[in-house]
Structures are given as structure tokens and as C-alpha cells.
């Protein structure tokens, strides 16, 4: 797979990549004009649906389907926004498309929004993204002048105006509903769903939320054809008739222990080893993974054995992960803790937690208390099967919670729990000879006048 | 065919009425099983965010009669019930779910129930002792309550279950906008915007609305534990809206006035004005004693002898007047229109003075607080209607026709909430009359100008009947027992026309609805929501 032609990212190494100028000059803008010309917005849906393409944005969801939900009778407006709020710990593919090709990210919301019949579209970008917003802004002004944004695009019927909105900094903001609460300008506290925001969404208007590399996948299906987008990933598991498959190019970011840390643009489906390996140059200072994270941090981790499943939508579910999520890969090398890892994992869960959900907002915090316990050398082995207890039972995938995040503050929890228990119980025993085996905690009252 | 829709519900069967829309707490309810709940209440949306009435649900295939389960726990509260829906509240995975989110509730909570207001009647603690662990597994260590002063009520801080309730009822009921929530994570925190205090006229719900401690009533704050109050049905008498309402006290003693539901009424919701209304009933300035003031020294009166000797005045006074005031109930007002009736046949009667203050105020969601700050000007309206042709008179109509001195007898009934509410100047009139019966809760320039000066019941103190102004009738019967000296009107009415046995409201009120159209669907009996006069006599009428 050496030889694979980067497509989400062939633009990025141009000089002034981020201008139209050398955006048209590589053929940008070709792919909306022809699009507009030749097919209905029925007509695009259904090319995405037969590309098979899902989500770039964690869950995976198939892009066609979800853009398939949007009621046909409404009376509309219709809106997109695009999750541009990439805070999922180890991600930062968005920001790349954005600082360097922002004409890419804008040509696929062009069209995706020539399908999904919206004629506004929100970016919801990051608040730590500076230079993107800049970008973005400058790559508006330029579409507004040129007539790719604005009334009747190109002299088609369509018009669209696009709007950069800053987000203030909360990993919440990720979720959709979350997004679509913070944009309304209210807190970003997630939605109970049902309705979805296909029924309604922003304003209580149908919505559609996707991320901003699954509107670029959109742009190079629509170029190139779903068969093309086919030809590339994983296929779809002969076994299980509900499998869409992973297809396409997969922009997967490495950080952590490893010699190069950066982002590539491989297909989906490449196996963790030789991501690290031979895209990342290796771990550092020549040592041994201890542990890789496959997807952001909410998906877990996998051990140095694991390593060789590969990188698509159910490759980590086999080893327990959560699922692909970002293609986040952090990979720590076996100098480090994984008592640290993990309080540093719960800790950031905790802070993020929106606090609306009772399981999530005392047991993420509930964590972190015992965590930072057991570093303190005040561990018992109770607690590990208390926070195994916690973990298991918070987020959606239990029932007990909103949206996804708790399930995003469990998977670390379980995973690290379950495949470095012995770790844990080491470092236990040994910081607390004495009390290792306390069953119960000390009384209440002990505990207010301490 | 089609049959009605039917839910399973723990293995019992509800059956529904087409077009009816339920969640899964209120269709359990009605099977008599209880989903315990923090942020859901049916007069606020729907947020799901406390997760204890998480329940397991299925569909049962009409045609085998199979039974396949969501693998998921959903929140009962954004479940809509349907046709073959079934539902399990009593699963272990349930159990285990609800436990837990009571041990998350209660890691940070500060435990201080014996000197919670609250104690006794949080769900908290009712929540933990049915659904909770025995055992404390955390040892985080647990809040110290921090109070914080929030504008109409105090907020202890730690004692917060972040149900939102508070925080919702400001958007959408009062429309005020003044609670949020304010941090993230375990550091949410109810708060105000600094300057923009909680300050409305139905604030007093979110204390009411409040699962656990946190909001507390200024008002009723460490004055009683919730254990030593009986409750009673009640109705408002703030103004003319007449809210359903608990009257809650403690020998005799009014200790807090809360909303009773009533969806035809006031839903769930009172006023402060209401609320907070009950202080004139303890007030040591209260009328006590009955007085005739006939030479320069009043003469302290006796009750027993009292019905025939002010009986004997009337009849040797001539031509009678009496004043129903709109704080009379329906069965009091009739019997004293047919007291003076009886003695003159052409006795006047005349509507007291209507206390209106401002303007009506307006909620969003349709709540009013009425200008007209008394009970029961329909229902006196209509009693006076009856008996005088149609001819309703206000009393500043009346009062100029006192000059010619045709009138020797006038009866003038009070049961305003505080004292002076008359100027003297309006009063003088009176000073013509030979003989002024005054019954009334506080001295006035009215009282001071009676013959016979008599102490009148409070609110809580009598049996009646009041019609708000959409001609809605409660009736309600008495709380608490009025102080030493004073007898509830009705009682001396109907002493004094000579009925035997205790005054019976009930009675009346048949007598009432037999006799005049308008109280007719009163007739078969009140339930305790009330009953609307208007929409049941059209549709008898259809």
C-alpha cells in the first residue's frame, strides 16, 4: 500500500495551497460545477448512498442513510452544520484540511448541502483553531466574489451561504446535538433523541451534522464515482448483511511515542503495526508499544499484541475498542504508566462531562477521585472492580445517559482496566502494603473532619 | 377492527383510550407502579438528564403474543406508550440502574438531612431508601452545604441533584428567565446572573418543584418539619383566579400554603401573592371578640345568647340592607341574603366592595394573576342576581342612598385581609344607620362604626364554596380551626335561621344548585378539582 495516491490531501503541499487561485488550478471547483449541471440533488444522495460511505467523525454512521432521513415534505429551510469542533484527544485531520485546503472542506459543503436541499450551512470550528478560522473566512470571501457561494451558484437555481462559528471550547460541542444547542446559543447541553436532527435539529429545523472530512470523502465521490470510493478499503463482511463496509481514503493521525508524529492519508483498513511502523517511522528511542489507541482517546486502548488488526470501522471493535472513532492513533511506548494514562484519561472525561447526566457527571468524576487515590499510593483492590462497575454502566451503549461521551469515559476505563489489570494491582499493592485489602470505605463522618 | 391500545406494564395490563398520550411513568401510574423520577415533571419538557426512571421496553407481536426487549435501558420520561408496548420497571438491570444513580446522587450530596427542610418529603431520600445501596462505597469526602442567596429563595448549593427543574420552569412558566445552570461536570452549580436576582411572581414554585433541598422558602425556613403537618384541601382566595391549593398546618397553626393540580384551574402552579398570603390569618390585630357598642362603653358580648338577640334587633329595626362581600363563600352568601329576606321581605342586598389592584398579570404559559384580589365575585354576583331581579348594586351606589335614613338596618359582611381598608371618609354614610352589624377580620372604619362589632373567619377557617372568574366552583371545607371568640360566618348564619344540627355547606349548596340555574351542575356534588358552572350548563342545556 506504499504506492497509494493521496487524494484528501493532494493539495496540501502546494505552495499557497489554501488560495482558490491554485485550488482552480488543480481542478478545483470542476466536480460542483459539473454536479450542478447534471444531477439532482436525489440524484447525489443516491451516489453517496451506493459509495457506501460512513462517517469520518467517530460513529461511523453511513452518510447517505442519515442524509436519507431528512423529510421529503417539510416545507423547510433545511440546515447543514459542520462539525469542525475536532476535540477528540490525538485528532487533528480537520485541521489540516482546513488550514491547508479550506476550498476542499468548502466544495464539499457546497454539494453536500446541493443534496440535502440546505441553503445554509454552519462551520462549527473549533475555538483552538486560530489560523483555520482565518483560512476559512479568507477562502469565503474569495467563493462570494467568484459566485460559488451566494444566490443562484454558478447560474443554477441553488443558493447557499456558508457561516464560520467559532465554538468556545468544549468537547461537547463534538456531539451533534450539543453543536446544534451551542450554535442556537445555548449551553451545549445534548439532546434526547429522539426526534433526530434529520426531523429537527438547529432552529427545530431539519438538520444535518457531519464532520468536515466526511463533506471532503463527499466532494471525491462525486468527482470520481462511487466505484472509485469502492475500490479502495475494506469490503463489506460477506457474514453480516448489516455491514456497510469501510471504503475510501482514511486520514489517520499519529501521535504519541513514535519517531514521525503526523497526519497520513492511507485507505481505510490499514493495520495499526504497519501505520506505526512504516508511517510513523517506529517508537521512539527503538522501543516496545506497550499500548496504542486506536481511534481518539474514547476508544480505548489496545496492547502491543492487538496491534496487527487493521485500522477500519469493526477492526478495533475486535479487540475491544470502542471502534475506529477519529483515527486518532496515540501510541505510548512502555516506559509509561498506565496508572497515568488512565487518571489522565479520566480526568479529562470529567472535565469535559457536560454534567447533565447523573451517570456520567458524578461517575466520570467518581473516577477520578479514585485514581487520583490510588497514585497517591492509597489504593484498594476494590476500587478496580468499583471502576470497572462505573465504566460498565455509563453511556448510551447501557442506556444510562444522553449522548455518547460517557461511553467515550468508559472505554478507556474498561480497556486499560481489563488488559493492564496486573499493572494496577501491582502498583496497588505496593504503594499500600497495609491497605490493599480494605473492603469498605472509612465512615462518613471520618471523612468530614479529616 | 381495531381495539383500543393496550400496554403491558410489569405484566399488567393498561388499557388506553385512542388519542391518548402518555409517557411510561404516567401509563406505570396508572397501574399503580411508580417509576421514580427527579427531572421529569409534567409541566416542564422533557430532558431525561436524572436517568432514575430508566425502564426496560419491548414490543409484544399482536399476532403470537411474543415478547422481544430493547437490549438498552430507555428513560421512561421520553417513552411515548404504545399499542403493545411493554414495559418492565422491576428488572434487576433496572434495579441495578436506579441504585446506581442514587449512589452517584448522593457522592457529593452533604448528607444533612436533620437540618434539611426538605427531610421527609425529598425524593432523594425516599429514592434512596426503596432503590439505594445499604452500603457507602465512595469515600469522597461529602460537601458542606453551601448556602447562597439567590434573590425570593435560598439555594443550599451541595444539596442539588442538577434535576432542572428550577431552571426550566423560569423559561417556560414564569417566562423570567432568571435561573441557569452555571460550570460543567460535577462542578454545576444553580445560580443568577450577578444583578439579576430570582425575582418573579410565581417563584415560589421552583421550591415546590425542587426533588431535594436545594431551593429553600425563605418563607417557611426551619419553621416546621414536614412530618408534624396535616394538609388540607384548599382553595386560594388571593384573588379571583382561586387556585387549588394544600393548606398545611400544625394546630391550628398555618405553616405553608402549597399548589394542589388542578389542570382546570391553576395545573400546578400558584403565585407568590397566594403563597405567601396566609399571614393575616395569625395576625394578634384579628378581631376576637364580639362587641355592641350601644352606649359610650362597649359591652363584651357572649356567643350563646348572641343569634337571638341580633335575630330581636333586626326585626324591631325596619327596613334592612345587607353587604355580601366578595369574600363570603356561595352557601354563606345565600344564607345571609335569605336571613335578611326573611325578616324584610324587601331588604337590599348590595355586592361588598371588589378589592382590584393593577392589572391582571399574564405568564406565558397562560398562568394569570388576577386584579381582582378577592375570591368570590361571581359567585356573590350571582346569589344577589337571585334575589334581587337581576339588579346587582355596588356599594358606592348604596351608600349615597343611606342618607335619606329609609334604611335602619344594615349587615355589612367583611373578611378583608387587613386592617384600615376603607377610608374613613367612604365609611361615613354608615354613621346614619340605626343599627350596623360589622362582621369582619380586622377593625376598620367600618367596624368602628357598628352597633354590634363581630369577628369574622379566616380563609382556612370556613366551609364554602367560591366561583373564580371563568365561573369555575370549588368547594372546600375547613383547615384549621379559627381562633377563640370568632364564629365562622356560615355558622352563625344558619344558627340564626333557626336550621338545626351544624352548619352543613354541603347542604346548602344543594339547596343553592336546586334553586337557582346557575349553580345546577353544582347539585350532584363537587369533585375535588371542582367543577365548571358555565360548560356544565350549556351542556345541559344541549
Known amino acids: 500500500m506504499a504506492d497509494y495516491e493521496p487524494v484528501l490531501l493532494a493539495n496540501i503541499h502546494k505552495e499557497g495551497s489554501h488560495r482558490l487561485a491554485v485550488y482552480e488550478a488543480g481542478g478545483g471547483y470542476r466536480t460542483l460545477r459539473r454536479v450542478l449541471q447534471e444531477r439532482s440533488p436525489a440524484g447525489v444522495i443516491e451516489v453517496i448512498r451506493a459509495s457506501n460511505l460512513r462517517g469520518r467523525g467517530g460513529a461511523g454512521f453511513p452518510t447517505g442513510l442519515k442524509w436519507s432521513f431528512l423529510p421529503a415534505d417539510h416545507p423547510g429551510p433545511f440546515y447543514m452544520c459542520v462539525n469542525a469542533d475536532e476535540s477528540e484527544p490525538g485528532t487533528f485531520c480537520n485541521r489540516v484540511q482546513m488550514e491547508l485546503d479550506p476550498h476542499q472542506v468548502i466544495e464539499g459543503i457546497i454539494l453536500s448541502c446541493y443534496a440535502t436541499r440546505a441553503n445554509t450551512a454552519y462551520i462549527y470550528l473549533r475555538y483552538e483553531y486560530p489560523l483555520a478560522l482565518e483560512r476559512l473566512e479568507t477562502a469565503l470571501a474569495e467563493c462570494r466574489d467568484k459566485g460559488y457561494l451566494g444566490k443562484n451558484i454558478l447560474g443554477h437555481d441553488f443558493s447557499l451561504d456558508i457561516h464560520v462559528h467559532r465554538g468556545a471550547g468544549a468537547y461537547i460541542c463534538g456531539e451533534e446535538t450539543g453543536l446544534i444547542e451551542s450554535l442556537e446559543g445555548k449551553r451545549a447541553w445534548p439532546r434526547i433523541k429522539p426526534p433526530f436532527p434529520a426531523v429537527e435539529g438547529l432552529f427545530r429545523k431539519p438538520t444535518v451534522v457531519n464532520n468536515v472530512e466526511t463533506l471532503t470523502c463527499v466532494l471525491h465521490i462525486l468527482d470520481r464515482g462511487a466505484d472509485w470510493f469502492k475500490s479502495i478499503g475494506t469490503p463489506s463482511d460477506p457474514k453480516n448483511p448489516r455491514d456497510p463496509g469501510s471504503y475510501g481514503p482514511k486520514l489517520y493521525g499519529i501521535s504519541g511515542h513514535v519517531e514521525r508524529p503526523g497526519l497520513v492519508e492511507l485507505p481505510l483498513g490499514v493495520p495499526c503495526r504497519e501505520l506505526i511502523e512504516e508511517h510513523a517511522g517506529g517508537l521512539r528511542q527503538g522501543r516496545r508499544a506497550k499500548a496504542v489507541v486506536p481511534g481518539g482517546l474514547s476508544t480505548g486502548v489496545m496492547t502491543e499484541s492487538e496491534l496487527d488488526i487493521p485500522l477500519d470501522f469493526s477492526g478495533p471493535l475486535r479487540v475491544g475498542c470502542l471502534g475506529l472513532g477519529t483515527a486518532g492513533v496515540i501510541v505510548l511506548d512502555e516506559t509509561y504508566s498506565m496508572i497515568d494514562f488512565l487518571h489522565n484519561s479520566c480526568r479529562f472525561f470529567a472535565h469535559e462531562s457536560c454534567g447533565q447526566c447523573t451517570p456520567c457527571r458524578e461517575g466520570t468524576h467518581w473516577a477520578v477521585a479514585m485514581l487520583q487515590r490510588i497514585k497517591a499510593g492509597r489504593g484498594r483492590l476494590k476500587d478496580l472492580d468499583l471502576l470497572l462497575e462505573i465504566a460498565d454502566n455509563i453511556g448510551i451503549i447501557p442506556g444510562t445517559t444522553i449522548c455518547g461521551l460517557a461511553d467515550g469515559a468508559a472505554w478507556p476505563i474498561k480497556t486499560t482496566l481489563r488488559k493492564f489489570r496486573e499493572e494496577f494491582v501491582d502498583h496497588i499493592k505496593q504503594t499500600n502494603p497495609g491497605g490493599y485489602t480494605a473492603q469498605s470505605p472509612p465512615p462518613a463522618m471520618a471523612l468530614v473532619h479529616k | ?542
Not at chain 2, 339588579?391 to 342618607?403: G, K, N, Q, V, W
Not at chain 2, 354541603?506 to 363537587?526: D, W
Request: hydrophobic fraction near 40%; aromatic fraction near 8%; glycine fraction near 8%.
Open chain 2, 1 to 542: 377492527m381495531t381495539s383500543d391500545p393496550v400496554v403491558l406494564i410489569d405484566g399488567r395490563e393498561l388499557e388506553l383510550s385512542p388519542g391518548e398520550r402518555l409517557n411510561a411513568i404516567q401509563a406505570a401510574e396508572r397501574v399503580g407502579i411508580q417509576i421514580p423520577h427527579y427531572c421529569w415533571h409534567p409541566g416542564l419538557t422533557v430532558v431525561g438528564s436524572c436517568r432514575m426512571c430508566l425502564v426496560e421496553v419491548g414490543t409484544r407481536d399482536a399476532a403470537t403474543g411474543e415478547i422481544s426487549m430493547m437490549p438498552k435501558l430507555i428513560p421512561g420520561c421520553n417513552t411515548p406508550v404504545r399499542d403493545g408496548m411493554v414495559i418492565v420497571t422491576n428488572s434487576e438491570k433496572v434495579q441495578q440502574a436506579r441504585a446506581m444513580v442514587e449512589e452517584d446522587l448522593l457522592l457529593r450530596h452533604p448528607i444533612d438531612c436533620p437540618i434539611c427542610d426538605k427531610a421527609g418529603e425529598c425524593l432523594l431520600q425516599d429514592y434512596h431508601f426503596q432503590y439505594g445501596r445499604d452500603e457507602r462505597r465512595a469515600d469522597i469526602r461529602p460537601f458542606t452545604s453551601r448556602r447562597r442567596d439567590i434573590g425570593d429563595v435560598t439555594l443550599f448549593v451541595d444539596r442539588c441533584v442538577m434535576c432542572s427543574r428550577c431552571v426550566r420552569f423560569c423559561r417556560e412558566i414564569s417566562g423570567t428567565n432568571e435561573l441557569m445552570v452555571v460550570n460543567r461536570g460535577a462542578h454545576e452549580e444553580i445560580d443568577v446572573a450577578p444583578g439579576f436576582p430570582l425575582a418573579n411572581n410565581l417563584s415560589g414554585n421552583v421550591v415546590d418543584l425542587c426533588p431535594v433541598g436545594a431551593l429553600g422558602d425563605k418563607d417557611f425556613l426551619y419553621r416546621q418539619r414536614v412530618w408534624y403537618m396535616r394538609r388540607h384541601m384548599g382553595v386560594c382566595t388571593g384573588c379571583a383566579t382561586g387556585c387549588s391549593i394544600w393548606v398545611e398546618e400544625n394546630q391550628d397553626r398555618i405553616y405553608r400554603l402549597k399548589p394542589r393540580e388542578n389542570p382546570q384551574v391553576n395545573r400546578w402552579w400558584i403565585c407568590n401573592e397566594g403563597r405567601y398570603g396566609y399571614p393575616h390569618v395569625h395576625h394578634d390585630q384579628r378581631l376576637a371578640q364580639p362587641l355592641r357598642r350601644d352606649g359610650q362603653v362597649p359591652v363584651d358580648l357572649d356567643w350563646t345568647a348572641l343569634p337571638a338577640e341580633l335575630l330581636e334587633r333586626l326585626r324591631s329595626a325596619g327596613r334592612l340592607a345587607a353587604v355580601l362581600s366578595p369574600y363570603l363563600s356561595v352557601e354563606e352568601a345565600y344564607l345571609l341574603a335569605t336571613l335578611v329576606r326573611g325578616i324584610d321581605r324587601e331588604a337590599r342586598l348590595v355586592l361588598g366592595p371588589v378589592p382590584v389592584v393593577g392589572e391582571d398579570e399574564r405568564f406565558p404559559n397562560g398562568f394569570i394573576i388576577s386584579s381582582e384580589k378577592c375570591p368570590n365575585r361571581r359567585g356573590v354576583e350571582e346569589i344577589i342576581a337571585r334575589f334581587e331581579n337581576g339588579r346587582i348594586t355596588a356599594l358606592d351606589h348604596f351608600l349615597p342612598e343611606l342618607a335619606d335614613g329609609q334604611i335602619a338596618g344594615v349587615w355589612f359582611s367583611g373578611g378583608y385581609k387587613n386592617a384600615n381598608w376603607i377610608e374613613e371618609e367612604k365609611a361615613r354614610p354608615l354613621a346614619a344607620v340605626k343599627l350596623l352589624v360589622v362582621q369582619d377580620l380586622f377593625p376598620s372604619a367600618i367596624s368602628a362604626l357598628a352597633t354590634y362589632e363581630l369577628p369574622a373567619a379566616a380563609f382556612a377557617e370556613r366551609d364554602g364554596s367560591y366561583v373564580n372568574r371563568n365561573d369555575h366552583l370549588q368547594s372546600v371545607r375547613w383547615a384549621i380551626r379559627p381562633p377563640h371568640g370568632v364564629r365562622p360566618e356560615g355558622t352563625l348564619y344558619w344558627e340564626m335561621l333557626g336550621r338545626s344540627g351544624l352548619y352543613n355547606a354541603r347542604e346548602v349548596l344543594r339547596e343553592i344548585a336546586a334553586e337557582i340555574p346557575y349553580f345546577h351542575a353544582a347539585g350532584a356534588g363537587v369533585p375535588d378539582v371542582g367543577l365548571n358552572l358555565k360548560v356544565n350548563s350549556l351542556a345541559e342545556r344541549t
